[in-house]
């Protein structure tokens, strides 16, 4: 049974940093992709970044490469995003993601509407 929980959301202004934080348990990365996507009011949700391949390959959306870092610590029970240079389409609720299973060789992150679990999300605002 996945239980998945986000943390880390809040306010800040353009061109601020925040890291948001995913604890989650009965996950297995060797079998499983785990990401992060958003959804803004009103749009679609968007894929953002993920982790997959067993834990050697991620991807990102265009749109925060270069500024949005995904990591999971050592012990697999963390993922992170690090989310810098913050812009104010970036606003949006966060929701951490788990796709079981996502049998290697895959090449992109799974549909961010095709996640079978995601926690209950975390508001990102970008206000000045």
């Known amino acids: 049974q996945l239980q998945i929980v986000e943390s880390g959301g809040g306010s800040v202004q353009p061109g601020g940093s925040l890291r948001l934080s995913c604890a989650v348990s009965?996950?297995?990365?060797?079998?499983?992709?785990i990401g992060w996507f958003r959804q803004a009011s009103g749009k679609a949700r968007e894929g953002v970044a993920c982790?997959?391949?067993?834990?050697?390959?991620?991807k990102y959306a265009d749109s925060v490469k270069g500024r949005f870092t995904i990591s999971i610590d050592t012990t697999k029970t963390t993922m992170y995003l690090q989310m810098n240079d913050l812009k104010f389409e970036d606003a949006a609720i966060y929701y951490c993601?788990?796709?079981?299973?996502?049998?290697?060789?895959?090449?992109?992150?799974?549909?961010?509407?095709?996640?079978?679990?995601r926690g209950q999300g975390t508001q990102v605002t970008v206000d000045s």
């Open positions: 993601a788990v796709q079981s299973p996502y049998p290697a060789p895959q090449s992109v992150c799974p549909d961010p509407y095709d996640y079978e679990d």
């Open positions: 009965g996950f297995h990365l060797d079998r499983d992709a």
């Open positions: 982790i997959f391949n067993g834990g050697k390959s991620t």
